[in-house]
């Protein structure tokens, strides 16, 4: 089933497990943002907050609404308890047909609209997120529509929005995201204002897409019609002719002006780090309209949590990269991308061949995907990908200090990377590693030492009698 809009989605999510409701007023200065911290680190379900402190009845505020694989699985349609492979396969099936959106007269989005005077950031509760952050952002789930000048593509993409004041805020565009170099190359370089619309709690899938970086040129609503598998509704907005999620919560509609910068920062990332206070360009809110009862999308962004709660966009990368591996030719099997590794490391499980630089040549097609994944592990195809006690076994015993690690201190990293200097970062220096746990191509069969493991030291009736008799050895259950 495809959700047309995030009500529909929570009401799932409900049904699930995966979301529940509290009543009890939440204080929208910390305190909403510290629940959905803890939340995520438990694996809990998502937080939706019916009652925040200083806001009347109906602006309510809903924390979280895809991290998990549970949760994306249902955003997708899917069972919660869908295995990971089976929304790689899932995903893959449905993106290679995308499709083209629908405009409508009107939408949802569209029950209130504030311009001139009226418009007024604040009226919505707004979270202070992280204790530390430079001010309450309203945009960390949501989807920021850009549109290039030159061309029919529309950018979607997550860019971080900060509350300035009541009509202006700071965005986190920079040239290294696709909505950032729109700006600088296209409109500031022409010294032109750039017209902006946020959708604040679209349907999930949309906002999955936007956090996901496609190719340069395409348009993610496209993909968000894929994934969904039904047309995204798209409405005009009411100052610019940029077209949103109709059944959006909230649309901001702006301009961001070339120039006018202010400070945007700090706050608290995906990396599990704060990041610095930086000068940025100030978006000018003109409009903004909104359904009844409005409610706020946000993420208290930050490490991983139980239970696989890392990022929702690395099940998408994960099933990109295996594609693009096969397509030059390597015999991969799985690649997953850890939440602990926070979008930083990627493993990929390759069939053993007789090519004895397959590793190298996995890191050349994962690096021309994506400059992010500054650490690639590489292991043989009997290692469980995402099992990471296996992946740390193969690392410990079969990577070669020496012939095993490759470093490239030539590299394009992410600016968001903690362990960089304020000069790598502003230059865009970093560097790689590569880590071969593969054995060597060169070695005979005979020479490749043996596991040993329950399933692979013991013969299949001693194997099949200690499972059998586990719970009368007074073992609670028959699982490992």
């Avoid at 729109?182 to 956090?211: E, N, T």
């Avoid at 590793?359 to 992010?372: F, G, N, P």
Wanted: with cysteine.
């Amino acid at each position: 089933m495809a959700f047309k809009d995030n009500r529909q989605f929570l009401k799932a999510l409900e049904k699930s497990g995966d979301a529940i409701r509290i009543k009890q007023e939440v204080d929208w200065d910390l305190e909403a943002g510290a629940i959905c911290r803890r939340a995520w680190e438990l694996g809990a379900p998502a937080p939706f907050f019916e009652k925040v402190k200083d806001y009347p009845a109906g602006f309510r505020l809903f924390g979280s609404p895809v991290v998990g694989q549970r949760r994306m699985a249902v955003a997708m349609g899917l069972s919660p308890d869908a295995p990971r492979q089976v929304l790689q396969t899932e995903y893959e099936r449905r993106i290679q047909h995308p499709i083209k959106p629908v405009i409508v007269s009107t939408g949802p989005c569209q029950d209130n609209i504030l311009t001139g005077d009226n418009v007024d950031l604040f009226r919505f509760p707004v979270p202070m997120i992280h204790e530390g952050n430079g001010g309450r952002y309203i945009g960390t789930w949501h989807l920021i529509i850009i549109r290039d000048p030159d061309s029919d593509w529309v950018n979607w993409g997550m860019y971080r929005v900060m509350v300035h004041n009541r009509n202006n805020v700071g965005i986190m565009l920079t040239m290294s995201n696709q909505g950032g170099r729109i700006f600088f190359m296209k409109y500031a370089a022409r010294k032109k204002p750039m017209p902006i619309a946020i959708a604040i709690g679209a349907d999930p899938v949309s906002s999955l897409v936007a956090a996901y970086i496609i190719k340069e040129g395409s348009n993610e609503v496209d993909y968000s019609g894929a994934l969904s598998e039904q047309p995204v509704e798209l409405v005009k907005c009411r100052t610019s002719d940029l077209l949103v999620p109709a059944h959006s919560e909230i649309v901001l509609e702006g301009e961001v002006w070339p120039g006018a910068a202010m400070p945007e920062g700090p706050f608290g990332e995906f990396t599990a780090y704060r990041t610095s206070c930086e000068s940025r360009d100030v978006c000018r809110i003109n409009a903004i309209t909104y359904r009844n009862d409005p409610i706020l999308t946000m993420v208290s962004v930050g490490g991983p949590g139980k239970g696989g709660e890392g990022s929702p966009t690395a099940l998408f990368y994960e099933t990109e990269l295996k594609k693009l591996l096969k397509e030059h030719g390597v015999p991969v099997t799985d690649v997953y991308i850890p939440p602990e590794a926070t979008n930083f490391i990627v493993i990929v499980g390759v069939r053993r061949t007789t090519h004895s630089n397959m590793a190298v040549k996995v890191k050349h097609v994962v690096k021309s995907y994506r400059d992010t994944f500054d650490k690639i592990i590489v292991v043989d195809d009997d290692i469980d990908v995402f099992n990471l006690s296996e992946v740390v076994h193969a690392l410990a015993t079969r990577c070669h200090p020496e012939r095993g690690v490759s470093i490239d201190k030539r590299d394009n990293p992410s600016s968001l990377t903690p362990y960089l200097t304020s000069e790598e970062r502003c230059w865009g220096q970093g560097a790689s590693i590569l880590f071969d746990c593969t054995w060597p191509a060169q070695w005979a069969a005979h020479n490749i030492p043996q596991k040993i493991s329950f399933n692979e030291a013991y013969p299949d009736g001693v194997k099949e009698k200690v499972l059998n008799d586990w719970e009368k050895y007074g073992f609670p259950n028959n699982k490992f």
